[in-house]
């Protein structure tokens, strides 16, 4: 059974960039038959989609968030990362790497939780 | 893209049957077959419940049924039980080929 463990750094400041790492254990982000996304949940509110890879290396973005974002695989690790510039409160809320098809997911990691502040 | 719209919550009591909805655009629900359903309990990650507007993973008891009827979604859950309460979220894929979740159900048992 795939697992999937998020791992990176509690406290980011404001205006820094939040680096997140998914290290995949029980399959292979290589694997053509799936994509492997990042998806976020601030406190109490909702799920909001950040974007996805795919073994091609190709991505696709949130919008919202896509000037600010890039998901990039490591398959000598069997990781996949999520970088996002220019951090603020706003972006305060636990992180999930995922891995699906193009459009939902059927395996989740435990999420972390990333904090900006100063 | 905006976020789907569901009711912030439910209710309802043990045996009964609830109905969650999920409503979009003509550019996300409406626009594939592509709805899915995800349940979230407290301090853990959704757990997927539903895909394809209504094809249940293995595992996921029949109790949990999902339709779809132009741009509107829903999940049903039949024979409530204190185990269902949680949190439910719908997403859809949309014609961007992007993935846009609902605000999320807080469903209670009572």
């Known amino acids: 059974q795939v697992q999937l463990q998020e791992s990176g750094p509690g406290l980011v400041k404001p205006s820094q960039t939040l680096s997140l790492t998914c290290t995949v254990s029980g399959g292979s982000i290589s694997s053509a038959s799936y994509f492997w996304s990042w998806i976020r949940q601030p406190a109490g509110k909702g799920l909001e989609w950040i974007g996805r890879?795919?073994?091609?290396?190709?991505?696709s973005y949130n919008p919202s968030l896509k000037s600010r974002v890039t998901i990039s695989g490591d398959t000598s690790k069997n990781q996949f990362s999520l970088k996002m510039n220019s951090v603020t409160a706003e972006d305060t809320a636990m992180y999930y790497c995922?891995?699906?098809?193009?459009?939902?997911?059927?395996?989740w990691g435990q999420g972390t939780l990333v904090t900006v502040s100063s | 893209q905006s976020a789907l719209t569901q009711p912030a919550s439910v209710s309802g009591s043990p045996g009964q049957s609830i109905t969650i909805s999920c409503t979009g655009t003509?550019?996300?629900?409406?626009?594939?077959?592509?709805v899915s359903w995800y349940q979230q309990h407290p301090g853990k990650a959704p757990k997927l419940i539903m895909y394809?507007?209504?094809n249940r993973p293995s595992g996921v008891s029949d109790r949990f049924s999902g339709s779809q009827s132009g741009n509107t979604a829903s999940l049903t859950i039949s024979g409530l039980q204190t185990e269902d309460e949680g949190d439910y979220y719908c997403?859809?894929?949309?014609?961007?080929?992007?993935?846009?979740f609902g605000g999320g159900t807080n469903l209670t048992v009572l």
């Open positions: 997403s859809s894929f949309t014609s961007s080929r992007h993935v846009v």
């Open positions: 394809d507007v209504s």
């Open positions: 003509s550019s996300d629900v409406g626009a594939y077959n592509y």
């Open positions: 995922a891995r699906g098809v193009v459009y939902y997911y059927a395996n």
């Open positions: 890879i795919h073994s091609t290396g190709s991505t």
